[in-house]
């Protein structure tokens, strides 16, 4: 069906006055009261405030507390969590310098009362000081040359040791390689800001560097690909792409590009990967399942009810579907404004689901005490909320074709992959983290627009699947991308002990060995 044109009418503030000196003296026109109308809905559009949240309290106009509800007055208010400065503890990347007291050690007599003696302190003073620097800086080193004025012989000052014969260290890489897939930063924008410290770094000599990078760490990476093929719960979803120059079959009917996120959980560690290409996110994580051991069990799918999301061939790989509930949720949020009431019901419905599921979480219970949680206090939850969407379709409570309607149709057609938590250990509620995953991709495709060739994409791919890993684990991204080019060769020997979670140890190791 297409969508109808919207009307445009051409009104300045002068008609918009003339009409309300005429309604003075008479009714007015259909035409005048066409511009009234346009002019005041205009006006109510831009005095409504944006919505910037999909909780329920911003969505659904929440009544108020009754008086014994109220909280009690007088009290003092408390921040919330998040909204102070940052402590010494915070600064886990900053260099760390101990300064021992100049005049007294542990054991010695106290200077003040005479009598007793001190001792250290468990936590020490922290004072914390922040210096700025350019992403990428340069040291131009000058030997001293000198010629005799008899043979012409030039004797030159030796180079100093430990400089290297590479003229871009391991960080200048790992660096640029962050700022552009990990932050969204073009080479272009970085080009121009070295330039303004005196750094002169083409985008050019950029790509060049992390290309020949993204080759030392292709082990770690393939090393990735396989482990999270070895997961208990793959999340996946796709965004849109563009690649400049990418060959397709003549008989490729398709004219999408897109990156697909995967983000596998296995042995409690999350593993983020992107594909960039033709491929939607069902047939890149088929790919991904054909690395996947035989003797591993049924993993758990999750993503949202798109078909393309699900992948048709597995390799004989038995799936477990999970649908997200978030997306069925949104259905309700999108049509608030015109059902409150009953999209009021289906919100503060599933809040006291996830409710439940922040409780699991800081209990920290494992996967079976927590489906056996959700089966006691969820389970009732969702069974009473699958009546009242059943009652509203069969008793023509709602008319079906309503946005309401679809928003429950939506809930009902895919009940069981709905409420696969219900019923397996581990399943997620949501596809969240894989949403969140994606917006790499997506600041990436805001900053610098396409990838201009296949291998560019491919580049892209694989230091947002290494970087993004590293900050869903908690490690530095910057320190181990540059230890994954200074060991190289042992990363080809040994990929599987170089994975963010244990390339500490084995780096620790390696100096003692030495």
Request: aromatic letters at 8%; hydrophobic letters at 40%.
């Amino acid at each position: 069906m297409k969508r109808p044109q919207r009307q445009t009418i051409e009104i300045d503030v002068g008609e918009l006055r003339a009409v309300l000196e005429r309604a003075r003296q008479e009714p007015i026109s259909e035409a005048d009261y066409r511009k009234m109308k346009v002019a005041i809905d205009v006006l109510a559009e831009r005095l409504t405030r944006t919505r910037t949240t999909e909780k329920t309290r911003a969505v659904v106009e929440q009544r108020p507390l009754e008086s014994s509800q109220s909280a009690p007055q007088g009290g003092k208010h408390r921040a919330g969590k998040g909204h102070g400065r940052h402590g010494a503890s915070a600064f886990t990347g900053a260099q760390k310098v101990a300064i021992r007291h100049a005049n007294l050690t542990s054991g010695d007599r106290c200077p003040e009362c005479t009598r007793g003696r001190v001792y250290t302190q468990q936590k020490p003073k922290t004072l914390v000081r922040i210096v700025g620097r350019a992403p990428v800086e340069a040291t131009v080193y000058e030997m001293e040359r000198l010629r005799c004025n008899a043979c012409g012989q030039v004797f030159t000052a030796e180079e100093p040791e430990g400089i290297g014969a590479d003229k871009y260290d391991a960080t200048a890489a790992a660096v640029i390689a962050q700022l552009k897939y990990g932050t969204g930063v073009p080479f272009a924008r970085l080009e121009r800001l070295e330039q303004q410290v005196g750094i002169p770094l083409p985008a050019a000599t950029q790509w060049e560097l992390v290309e020949q990078a993204a080759r030392l760490l292709k082990p770690a990476f393939d090393q990735l690909l396989w482990q999270a093929a070895q997961g208990e719960v793959l999340h996946n979803d796709d965004t849109g792409m563009r690649i400049l120059r990418l060959a397709r079959e003549p008989s490729d009917q398709r004219t999408g590009i897109f990156t697909s996120g995967i983000v596998s959980l296995w042995q409690g560690r999350k593993i983020a990967l992107f594909f960039t290409g033709r491929q939607h996110a069902g047939e890149n994580l088929a790919d991904l399942l054909r690395r996947r051991a035989k003797e591993m069990g049924s993993p758990i799918q999750m993503c949202d009810a798109l078909s393309r999301n699900t992948p048709k061939q597995t390799n004989g790989v038995k799936i477990l579907l999970a649908h997200c509930i978030a997306h069925g949720r949104r259905q309700f949020v999108d049509v608030a404004a015109n059902f409150p009431q009953e999209c009021e019901y289906v919100l503060e419905s599933l809040g006291m689901v996830y409710g439940n599921e922040a409780w699991v979480r800081e209990k920290g219970f494992d996967a079976v005490t927590r489906l056996q949680f959700h089966q006691q206090y969820s389970g009732p939850l969702m069974d009473q909320l699958h009546t009242w969407l059943k009652e509203q379709l069969d008793e023509a409570r709602t008319e079906p074709n309503s946005g309401l309607g679809k928003a429950i149709a939506y809930l009902m057609n895919h009940w069981q992959p709905l409420t696969l938590f219900l019923r397996e250990p581990g399943a997620p509620l949501d596809n969240n983290v894989c949403e969140r995953a994606l917006k790499k991709a997506i600041l990436n495709r805001k900053n610098a627009m396409f990838y201009k060739t296949v291998n560019g994409a491919w580049v892209g791919d694989l230091f947002m699947s290494l970087i993004h890993t590293c900050e869903l684990n908690g490690v530095n991204p910057f320190g181990y991308l540059t230890e994954l080019q200074r060991h190289a060769a042992e990363v080809e020997r040994t990929p599987a002990a170089w994975m963010p979670w244990n390339y500490g140890e084995n780096l620790t190791l390696l100096a003692t060995a030495a």
